[in-house]
């Protein structure tokens, strides 16, 4: 049974940093691309960043390019995002999934292209 379990979300005041965490389970988990998207309160979800199979490289949306970086341990079946200086608009639920192609993917950016969702965890930046 495939599963994505996140964590590492919080409370954090607007400049903080997070560090979010995906273990993954119940696939080959090195030979798959893996992403963060997020979804804030009554919007739909927004696709956030995806690295590929190997660790590298990357792709990230313009709103958050220079503050979170992606990264992942294949020995450890982990996928990290980094989150810095937070701002109250990256407040959301972050998701970590896994997309459905072996070593590549169609369209990174597209919720579709993904097989398998975690069941997210919230980040809040508030003072």
């Known amino acids: 049974e495939v599963q994505l379990v996140e964590s590492g979300g919080g409370l954090v005041q607007p400049g903080g940093s997070l560090r979010l965490s995906c273990l993954a389970s119940?696939?080959?988990?090195?030979?798959?691309?893996m992403a963060w998207f997020r979804q804030a309160s009554g919007q739909g979800r927004e696709w956030v960043s995806t690295i590929t199979s190997r660790g590298g490289p990357a792709w990230y949306a313009d709103s958050v390019k220079g503050r979170f970086t992606i990264s992942r341990d294949n020995a450890k079946n982990m996928v990290y995002l980094q989150l810095e200086s937070l701002k109250p608009e990256d407040t959301a639920r972050y998701y970590c999934a896994k997309n459905r192609g072996v070593r590549s993917s169609r369209n990174f950016q597209d919720p579709g292209d993904y097989d398998y969702w975690g069941q997210g965890t919230q980040v809040t930046v508030s003072s």
């Open positions: 119940g696939f080959n988990f090195s030979i798959h691309y």
